[in-house]
């Protein structure tokens, strides 16, 4: 019953912006779109939330659409660093945060 | 600072024997989560606190429970390991999330469990 739908896989030139989409075409009204990241064999780390208006902060900015049903991850300087996987998710309910399958950057000098 | 503290990092036990995996947070958070994540795969909801109050997911096997003894500390117990409970447990925090609120999630780094 995931919630989003993510690109498996993608490539990125280090030094240049990633755009990352995600899919949420039964989000509520007031559900957030928040994005998270996985480096190697680590815990997953928050990167940004938002319900309506863009936002930005020192990781990234995301962008949602007006009808809310998609939204982009905008990381402007990717390095190599970022190589990642990053999680798109739309919470089920108060409480409850589940991950879909997420996208797998790979960032290339 | 580490703020979600979980031990150990690897942990070996043998199929069928009792295994507890711990984690404890300073950040005073109401909620506590706790995630199975195979090899190559998402982080799967198995369980989260509020507060006191517990909230299995539904496909949650009956061989994993939690304790939550207070607002630090969690754990996660497996009663009968079997070979394909050898994953990452990541142990998470947030503040409550109630209607129309938003909490981001911090994660601990992990523990390997491995059956044998």
């Known amino acids: 019953d995931a919630k989003t739908t993510q690109p498996p896989s993608m490539d990125c030139a280090e030094g240049r912006a990633a755009n990352l989409p995600c899919n949420h075409s039964?989000?509520?009204?007031?559900?957030?779109v928040y994005w998270y990241r996985q480096i190697h064999s680590q815990g997953p780390q928050y990167i940004i939330h938002?319900?309506?208006n863009n936002e930005t902060n020192e990781m990234a900015s995301l962008i949602i659409t007006e009808d809310r049903k998609s939204s982009t991850l905008i990381l402007p300087h990717a390095t190599l660093r970022d190589t990642a996987v990053y999680y798109c998710?739309?919470?089920?309910?108060?409480?409850?945060?589940?991950f879909g399958a997420g996208t797998r950057l790979t960032v290339k000098p | 600072d580490a703020m979600v503290i979980q031990n150990p990092r690897y942990q070996v036990t043998q199929f069928g024997k009792p295994v507890t995996l711990s984690c404890s947070q300073t950040l005073n958070h109401n909620v506590m989560y706790w995630y199975q994540q195979k090899s190559s795969q998402a982080p799967k909801l198995l369980f989260h606190y509020y507060d006191k109050d517990f909230n299995n997911e539904a496909d949650t096997p009956d061989n994993f429970q939690s304790r939550r003894p207070n607002t630090s500390f969690c754990f996660l117990d497996i009663r009968s390991p079997g070979l394909g409970d050898a994953a990452m447990y990541l142990c998470?925090?947030?503040?409550?999330?109630?209607?129309?609120?938003?909490?981001?999630?911090?994660f601990g780094p992990g523990t390997r469990l491995t059956v044998t």
């Open positions: 998470a925090t947030s503040r409550a999330i109630r209607s129309g609120g938003s909490y981001e999630q911090y």
């Open positions: 938002g319900l309506k």
């Open positions: 039964t989000i509520s009204g007031n559900e957030y």
């Open positions: 998710i739309v919470r089920v309910r108060d409480n409850d945060m589940r």
